[in-house]
């Protein structure tokens, strides 16, 4: 149990400190040659834990990062595909000047092999006028919420993730924004890669925690609550079919999130179906 116990708590520092596994297999292997009895220790042990640290190393690309929940790689996006180039090694930084150059680049976030959410500004002052179709596109949806609402001065958003819904929040004139995001690393990761730099805006209070979490502790009184799209990609566990974000999804959340608004204030909820047209359906 005391062993359990210990793997337990080592695994929650490594989560929280976002240490990569390589780390955690070389101090596990230098434990258990520290345990091995001296008659047991040949000179094969050693080398085969060896052999197994480095192909962790070589197996991961040099530039991922770890969170507590994804293995993730930032690329930038290409123009015409819209997804980074999978055969490409991953960035370690932005392109210098984001924040203040005409047409900035936008950064797709990969986790676990997958693509996962794009760090961009949707500002039309940052475009020319030929790429400004492309972002009048991307805004429609985002902008929605907005056009059907009385209000949004104080808005609450769910799954902020890169920002982008926070940055479209504050285009439309909200004053404050509560910005709620379970995993740290994506509003790391939107500091340093996000031409919007829209968490370092004084209107945006980021929040690192469980939307649910925080639907319980909130104030209340916000002109617009959003859910963003908590589109997770891991399991509660191993041996389990539900999702992180299927905490959140649920009648309970919801009503807790309706009254949390003030009397003419609205409630945003949006699905992302993907490209598969039986889904959406």
């Not at 991922?64 to 690329?75: D, E, M, N, R």
């Not at 902020?160 to 790391?188: F, K, Q, R, Y």
């Not at 919801?254 to 039986?278: C, H």
């Amino acid at each position: 149990m005391g062993g359990s116990l210990a793997g337990t708590l080592c695994f929650g520092l490594f989560s929280l400190a976002a240490f990569s596994p390589a780390l955690g297999m070389g101090f596990v292997s230098l434990a258990f040659l520290i345990l091995l009895p001296r008659h047991t220790l040949k000179r094969a042990i050693p080398m085969f834990v060896m052999v197994m640290v480095v192909v962790v190393v070589r197996t991961n690309d040099p530039n991922a990062l770890w969170s507590p929940y994804y293995y993730i790689t930032v690329g930038e996006e290409c123009s015409k595909a819209g997804f980074i180039n999978e055969r490409s090694p991953a960035l370690s930084s932005p392109h210098v000047g984001i924040r203040t150059m005409q047409d900035p680049p936008a950064y797709n976030i990969s986790v676990n092999h997958d693509f996962y959410q794009p760090h961009r500004t949707l500002n039309p002052a940052r475009f020319s006028a030929a790429r400004l179709p492309f972002v009048e596109s991307e805004r429609v949806s985002y902008d929605l919420p907005y056009a059907l609402s009385p209000a949004h001065r104080r808005e609450l958003v769910l799954g902020a993730g890169g920002g982008t819904d926070t940055e479209v929040a504050v285009l439309n004139g909200a004053e404050h924004v509560d910005a709620v995001e379970i995993d740290p690393m994506l509003v790391s990761l939107s500091k340093r890669f996000n031409p919007s730099g829209i968490y370092k805006n004084p209107k945006v209070t980021g929040h690192i925690d469980d939307a649910r979490a925080y639907l319980r502790r909130a104030q209340g009184g916000y002109d617009m609550v959003l859910f963003g799209w908590l589109d997770s990609q891991a399991l509660f566990s191993s041996m389990s079919n539900l999702r992180l974000d299927g905490s959140i999804y649920t009648v309970e959340s919801v009503r807790a999130a309706w009254n949390l608004l003030n009397a003419q204030g609205t409630l945003s909820l949006s699905f992302m179906a993907g490209m598969t047209g039986w889904l959406g359906n």
